[in-house]
């Protein structure tokens, strides 16, 4: 799921398409992945490489994050 509207908030369109994804990710088991593709541009994704109930977030071109900077499926993602 691609996110991107220029001039709306980025975080109420984040937030909404993780909360679109959980139940998804949940049945197959996998994580949600959002990752940051270019200012203001994001993808938003079930992914097996993510453990089931969490949010990760990377940039293009980057590994995911430590897994100590994992969030719990449902936390806000920008701050």
């Known amino acids: 799921m691609a ?3 220029p001039g709306a908030d ?3 369109l984040l937030d909404e ?4 994804l959980i ?3 949940i049945g ?3 994580g ?3 990752t940051q593709l ?10 097996a490489n993510v453990p089931c109930g969490l949010v990760e977030e990377k940039k293009l071109g980057e590994s995911l994050v430590n897994s100590s900077e994992r969030s719990p499926a449902g936390a806000s ?3």
């Open 23 to 25: 139940p998804v990710a």
């Open 17 to 20: 398409a993780v909360q679109r």
């Open 38 to 47: 270019d200012y203001g541009k994001y993808a938003v994704e079930v992914d």
């Open 32 to 34: 949600i992945l959002v």
């Open 28 to 30: 197959h088991r996998h």
């Open 77 to 79: 993602l920008v701050q």
């Open 3 to 5: 996110v991107y509207e």
């Open 10 to 12: 980025v975080n109420g």
